[in-house]
T-cell receptor, first 109, second 116 residues
Framework: QKEVEQNSGPLSVPEGAIASLNCTYS??????FFWYRQYSGKSPELIMS????GDKEDGRFTAQLNKASQYVSLLIRDSQPSDSATYLC?????????FGTGTRLTVIP | DTEVTQTPKHLVMGMTNKKSLKCEQH?????MYWYKQKAKKPPELMFV???????INESVPSRFSPECPNSSLLNLHLHALQPEDSALYLC???????????????FGQGTRLTVV
């Protein structure tokens, strides 16, 4: 059984700060890693994908992948109240996409 | 265009009813998924279709029956559901589930199902 683990939070940061979200996974064969944002009552929205070790930046978001440590993270710079949501880490397995339990982020104005 | 369309948005059904959830995408994706999500829990995989063939069934009860009529459509037929089946049902698609660089999955808005 594939496992994807995240701190459930809640994580609270002040507006303008950096929010750091972490995820570990158990399957060393995983090759694709994603971060989804989910607002309450809505469906998950893809915000970042990463496939190779290192950092990938897209606007205020930076994804970091370390396959040796089986660790993927998401940094949100200049956090805004509109970033308040649950962030889901997702990892591909064989013909599958597994989700972590999500981290609830609250950005305090 | 990364749109996956699900209908209906809300559904209330009795335990003896038969209903269907529908999902459509026109992105040329060849992998489509059904997920079930309960409140404050992550999406839980139910079925994966790859090139219109069922490739994964995550031990889902037979009261849930998936169907993939063509590469753009995915249905989930519901029969004799239980109240504990009430959840948000999410459809997703990706370009190709077999090729790791083409596995970005995009979700529809979901169907909020209530079984009474």
């Amino acid at each position: 059984q594939k496992e994807v683990e995240q701190n459930s939070g809640p994580l609270s940061v002040p507006e303008g700060a950096i929010a750091s979200l972490n995820c570990t996974y158990s399957d060393r064969g995983s090759q694709s890693f994603f971060w989804y944002r989910q607002y309450s009552g809505k469906s998950p929205e893809l915000i970042m994908s990463i496939y190779s070790n290192g950092d990938k930046e897209d606007g205020r978001f930076t994804a970091q992948l370390n396959k040796a440590s089986q660790y993927v993270s998401l940094l949100i710079r200049d956090s805004q109240p509109s970033d308040s949501a649950t962030y889901l880490c997702a990892v591909t397995g064989a013909n599958n996409l597994f989700f972590g339990t999500g981290t609830r982020l609250t950005v305090i104005p | 265009d990364t749109e996956v369309t699900q209908t209906p948005k809300h559904l209330v059904m009795g335990m003896t009813n038969k209903k269907s959830l529908k999902c459509e995408q026109h992105m040329g994706h060849r992998a489509m998924y059904w997920y079930k999500q309960k409140a404050k829990k992550p999406p839980e995989l139910m079925f994966v279709y790859s090139y219109e063939k069922l490739s994964i069934n995550e031990s889902v009860p037979s009261r849930f029956s998936p169907e993939c009529p063509n590469s753009s459509l995915l249905n989930l037929h519901l029969h004799a559901l239980q109240p504990e089946d009430s959840a948000l049902y999410l459809c997703a698609s990706s370009q190709d589930v077999r090729i790791w660089m083409n596995t970005e999955a995009f979700f529809g808005q979901g169907t909020r199902l209530t079984v009474v």
